[in-house]
């Protein structure tokens, strides 16, 4: 579930982010200091969520490793011996 929000192409943090970005653009191209200063403030709010993106995703990969840890790499089965 980590690994699906923290996807770059398909994942809800994504177009967030992309919306964002997006609202950031339009209202740069608007005239006004006070246009200027919101679309900043929308940048760096897309990239606090790219950031958060990132460590969703390491996380992800860690608790993929921690769980290929836990998992025995082989079932082991009692050897039966024929006599």
Do not use: C, K, N
Not at 21 to 50: F, K, M, N, P
């Amino acid at each position: 579930m980590l690994a699906q929000l923290a996807d770059e192409q398909t994942g809800p943090l994504a177009t967030v982010r992309g919306l964002v970005e997006q609202a950031a653009y339009r209202i740069a191209s608007q005239s006004g200091a006070a246009g200027v200063d919101t679309a900043h403030r929308l940048e760096l709010i897309a990239r606090r969520l790219h950031t958060i993106q990132q460590d969703l995703d390491t996380t992800a990969a860690h608790l993929v490793q921690l769980r290929a840890a836990a998992t025995p790499s082989a079932v082991q089965r009692p050897i039966h011996r024929v006599l």
